[in-house]
Nanobody, 120 residues
């Protein structure tokens, strides 16, 4: 049974930083690309960042390039999202998921997500 458990969200002031974690189980973690998505109220879920199975290649949404960094630890079945220089528009629920390539269809069921609120 596939499980994706996100954590690390919270309330942060503009310009601050957060590090999100997603622990995966129920599938062979190190052969899949991992992604972070986010969904703000009233908006569609969007892909924020993705990383290949080996960690050798990444991709980011234009809105977060230069501020966010995705990484993974295959020994721990965990993917991370380091978020710096946070802006109010980064406020959303953040979810992880996986797929065969960086941007192919997400294969897992959606977890509970972790809420990020950027506000002064």
């Amino acid at each position: 049974q596939v499980q994706l458990v996100e954590s690390g969200g919270g309330l942060v002031q503009p310009g601050g930083s957060l590090r999100l974690s997603c622990v995966a189980s129920g599938f062979i973690f190190n052969i899949y690309a991992m992604r972070w998505y986010r969904q703000a109220p009233g908006k569609e879920r969007e892909l924020v960042a993705a990383i290949r199975s080996t960690g050798g290649s990444t991709t980011y949404a234009d809105s977060v390039k230069g501020r966010f960094a995705i990484s993974r630890d295959n020994a721990k079945n965990t993917v991370y999202l380091q978020m710096n220089s946070l802006k109010p528009e980064d406020t959303a629920a953040y979810y992880c998921n996986f797929g065969t390539t960086l941007t192919s269809k997400a294969l897992g069921s959606w977890g509970q997500g972790t809420q990020v609120n950027v506000s002064s």
